[in-house]
């Protein structure tokens, strides 16, 4: 009878699913590497597959020059470097997100799994704005699809950002803990691409005639604003840093002020 009850304690116990329970930081490392390797691997193979110019039509309709030929799908070509990159800068976000947890839990893996998710949606991205006519509804609706995609892959980042800080002795390393420098950063840049997805999509829903234009410069400004954005941080906790001594300054002198006073002085 003992036996029996044990059995069932036990097979109750591995039914249980915790999502604070831990997880392999470097299984989940590992298969995010990989999916982010084969949707770039799809991307390539996308942009070879159907924006090669025939050989034959380079010599009858531009008398042989390759250059003007690879031109005319200059759009294209755009639309899978904007794409590459942003593929790009969202591993070196998960990268750096993963260089400061020590531990993951089981609720960081299935956000991480969202985030994936819609980060193998990309290589569909590129094919929903590189295929239909320019300034049509149907470009409109997808550069404004692909807007959804990038921000969906991004904000599954920041809220496994957000799990770790709710248990950040456990999770994160000490200097990327919520007041310092790297965890001022590292949120910032876990927040552009959200915000900046999410502001190109209502653009193109205001200004639909510059869509295209407000989509690819969202690609074009992203890798520079994420070079500008440690420049920022640092100008403002500098500028934190050095507003704080005034405040404490003061914060001493009234409790100078206030110990010279009287009891009756210092109530009034």
Same mark, same amino acid.
């Given at each position: 009878?003992?036996?029996?009850?044990?059995?069932?304690?036990?097979?109750?116990?591995?039914?249980?699913?915790?999502?604070?329970?831990?997880?392999?930081?470097?299984?989940?490392?590992?298969?995010?590497?990989?999916?982010?390797?084969?949707?770039?691997?799809?991307?390539?193979?996308?942009?070879?597959?159907?924006?090669?110019?025939?050989?034959?039509?380079?010599?009858?309709?531009?008398?042989?020059?390759?250059?003007?030929?690879?031109?005319?799908?200059?759009?294209?070509?755009?639309?899978?470097?904007?794409?590459?990159?942003?593929?790009?800068?969202?591993?070196?976000?998960?990268?750096?997100?993963?260089?400061?947890?020590?531990?993951?839990?089981?609720?960081?893996?299935?956000?991480?799994?969202?985030?994936?998710?819609?980060?193998?949606?990309?290589?569909?991205?590129?094919?929903?704005?590189?295929?239909?006519?320019?300034?049509?509804?149907?470009?409109?609706?997808?550069?404004?699809?692909?807007?959804?995609?990038?921000?969906?892959?991004?904000?599954?980042?920041?809220?496994?950002?957000?799990?770790?800080?709710?248990?950040?002795?456990?999770?994160?390393?000490?200097?990327?803990?919520?007041?310092?420098?790297?965890?001022? =950063?590292? @949120?910032?840049? &876990?927040?552009?691409?959200?915000?900046? !997805? *999410?502001?190109?999509?209502?653009?193109?829903?205001? +200004? %639909?005639?510059?869509?295209?234009?407000?989509?690819?410069?969202?690609?074009?400004?992203?890798? =520079?604003? @994420?070079?500008? &954005?440690?420049?920022?941080?640092?100008? !403002? *906790?500098?500028?934190?840093?050095?507003?704080?001594? +005034? %405040?404490?300054?003061?914060?001493?002198?009234?409790?100078?002020?206030?110990?010279?006073?009287?009891?009756?002085?210092?109530?009034?």
């Amino acid at each position: 009878g003992q036996r029996d009850e044990e059995e069932e304690d036990h097979s109750l116990e591995t039914f249980n699913f915790y999502l604070s329970e831990p997880l392999s930081k470097e299984r989940v490392e590992a298969f995010s590497d990989g999916v982010y390797a084969i949707v770039a691997t799809l991307l390539i193979l996308d942009i070879c597959e159907d924006n090669v110019p025939d050989p034959s039509e380079v010599e009858e309709k531009f008398h042989g020059s390759l250059l003007e030929a690879l031109s005319e799908y200059g759009p294209n070509y755009l639309a899978y470097f904007g794409s590459f990159v942003t593929i790009g800068l969202l591993w070196f976000v998960h990268h750096s997100l993963f260089l400061y947890i020590t531990k993951a839990t089981q609720l960081m893996g299935l956000l991480n799994i969202l985030s994936l998710a819609f980060i193998g949606g990309l290589p569909l991205a590129y094919q929903l704005t590189s295929e239909f006519a320019e300034k049509s509804h149907n470009e409109i609706e997808a550069i404004q699809v692909s807007c959804v995609i990038t921000f969906f892959a991004s904000i599954f980042q920041f809220a496994i950002w957000t799990t770790a800080l709710l248990h950040e002795r456990e999770t994160l390393h000490p200097f990327a803990r919520y007041g310092g420098k790297e965890h001022a =950063f590292m @949120f910032a840049k &876990l927040a552009l691409y959200p915000c900046v !997805s *999410l502001g190109a999509f209502f653009l193109t829903c205001l +200004l %639909s005639e510059f869509s295209t234009a407000i989509f690819h410069l969202m690609q074009i400004i992203i890798p =520079f604003a @994420f070079l500008a &954005l440690r420049i920022f941080v640092r100008i !403002s *906790l500098i500028v934190v840093k050095s507003l704080m001594p +005034l %405040s404490r300054q003061k914060v001493v002198l009234l409790e100078e002020e206030e110990a010279c006073l009287s009891p009756t002085e210092a109530l009034s």
